[in-house]
């Protein structure tokens, strides 16, 4: 393991909680080496270590806590991909920026299922390399929209999986059928014999198990 550091006099305290402590996971010397000079150099940031294996980070990185792991997708033995599946599912509050040679939209979008918050390319210049890992500390994703949009693809199938497993009672699913019709609330009540109360709190408990939030999504759901 390479240092580019030292540790931390107290392991898991920040010198400076407002500064971003980032972590490298990277095989190759030359850019490793790059990156932590960057990152060590630059205003606000500050690089904790450098490690060149999956296993490696795995056994240090939870005791540095940082903010940020930035992880290539291809390591000698565990893959970074495996390796940020490990990681986030032990440590959910480490942010994990995968970096990689190419846009390689099938493994950034697996690294992105298994946990990393979004990628980045090695050919990246050194404001897009900060920004990303700065990015990734305050909650952001950064991607491109080819990776976005198999992102958005997946939510949509998820929560298709999850509308057909609801389970809704027969009033409900009666309700959704006039609902489907363009009846108001007030015109089910009437064709129920119901009150307006008891409608409203049908669509509520149908909205949930939907996991929708509008009258046109659970339509839409129950069309299909």
């Known amino acids: 393991m390479e240092h580019v550091v030292d540790f931390l006099p107290v392991v898991g305290k920040h010198a400076d909680t407002s500064m971003t402590s980032v972590i490298v996971v990277e095989d190759d010397r030359l850019l490793r080496q790059s990156l932590a000079r960057l990152i060590g150099e630059a205003r606000s940031y500050r690089c904790l270590g450098t490690f060149t294996t999956a296993e490696e980070a795995l056994e240090k990185v939870p005791g540095l806590r940082p903010d940020v792991v930035v992880m290539d997708i291809n390591l000698p033995k565990m893959s970074g991909i495996d390796c940020t599946r490990q990681l986030k599912l032990a440590h959910p509050e480490i942010g994990v920026l995968m970096l990689t040679v190419y846009d390689d939209s099938e493994r ?5 299922r298994v946990g990393a918050s979004g990628y980045l390319l090695k050919r990246s210049v050194a404001t897009e390399i900060l920004q990303a890992i700065q990015d990734v500390k305050e909650g952001g994703a950064p991607m491109s929209s080819q990776v976005a949009r198999k992102v958005v693809a997946s939510f949509r199938v998820a929560a298709k999986a999850d ?33 307006l109360s008891t409608v409203r709190t049908h669509l509520r408990h149908i909205y949930e198990k939907l996991h929708v939030r509008s009258r046109a999504e659970a339509i839409v759901r129950f069309r299909h």
Do not use: Q
Not at 108 to 112: P, R, S, Y
Not at 164 to 193: D, F, P, V
């Open 108 to 112: 950034i979008f697996e690294a992105l």
């Open 163 to 195: 509308a057909e497993n609801a389970t809704l009672s027969e009033r409900e699913t009666e309700i959704l059928a006039h609902l489907s019709k363009g009846y108001s609330n007030k015109e089910i009540s009437e064709r129920m014999c119901i009150s």
